[in-house]
């Protein structure tokens, strides 16, 4: 399996625009989980999903960040009105609750590491 | 409120020491525990996941020890080699539901 797959890698854009972050899962990994990491504040979880459904958004900042999962092979991360301090890397990360040597262990993607100027 | 802390923040070590860094956290009612490690401008590269049940797992030069009555868990890096230097991170999820809560890291340098 290729692994995690986000994208893009890096994303540089002006205070105000649209952004959207894509994930795609381990081929079947049953949950989702975006997360966001900076200096300050270390790695802290933002949402994550469960086949597919929100579970737990409780990390999301504020209104101006969604996040979907429209499929099992696909979710996005949104921020709308994008806003400096949202600058930080943006992980997406992926388990499977299926018993067996990796039950519940969490394969992180590269990272999308997000700008705003 | 589940907290994580690691000791220490950051250590440096000559080639081919053993080593170990520490992970606590406040609320013993834990799922499992995971380690990673962190390259520069890279993803989390899991190393080892601990069971509750489980007391320690190996892998490898590396072994990790879990005691949840203590809320404690020692990752231990034998023979250290250069290529070792990264930060690390552990991660405890809590036995209701699939929040993962980390640790700050520790950063490591294994000089040659």
């Known amino acids: 399996d290729a692994g995690v797959i986000q994208s893009p890698r890096h994303e540089v854009t002006e205070m105000g625009q649209e952004v959207t972050l894509r994930c795609k899962p381990i081929?079947?990994?049953?949950?989702l989980f975006w997360y966001r990491q900076t200096m300050m504040r270390g790695l802290e979880l933002l949402i994550y999903?469960?086949?597919?459904?929100?579970?737990?958004d409780s990390g999301m900042p504020e209104d101006r960040f969604s996040a979907k999962m429209p499929n099992a092979s696909f979710s996005t991360l949104k921020i709308q009105p994008s806003e400096p301090r949202d600058s930080a890397v943006y992980f997406c990360?992926?388990?499977?609750?299926?018993?067996?040597?990796?039950?519940?262990?969490?394969?992180f993607g590269p990272g999308t590491r997000l700008t705003v100027l | 409120k589940q907290e994580v802390t690691q000791i220490p923040a950051a250590l440096s070590v000559p080639e081919g020491e053993n080593l170990v860094l520490n992970c606590s956290f406040t609320?013993?009612?834990?799922?499992?525990l995971q380690w990673f490690r962190q390259d520069p401008g890279k993803g989390l590269t899991s190393l080892l996941l601990i069971q509750s049940s489980q007391r320690e797992q190996t892998s490898g030069r590396l072994n990790a020890s879990l005691d949840k009555s203590s809320g404690r868990s020692t990752l231990y890096i034998a023979a250290s080699q250069p290529g070792d230097s990264a930060t690390y991170l552990c991660?405890?999820?809590?036995?209701?539901?699939?929040?993962?809560?980390f640790g700050p890291g520790t950063r490591l340098s294994v000089l040659p």
């Open positions: 081929s079947g990994h049953d949950y």
């Open positions: 990360a992926s388990s499977s609750a299926r018993v067996g040597r990796h039950y519940n262990e969490q394969f």
């Open positions: 991660a405890v999820r809590d036995n209701y539901g699939q929040n993962f809560v």
């Open positions: 999903f469960n086949n597919n459904v929100p579970i737990d």
């Open positions: 609320d013993s009612a834990i799922y499992n």
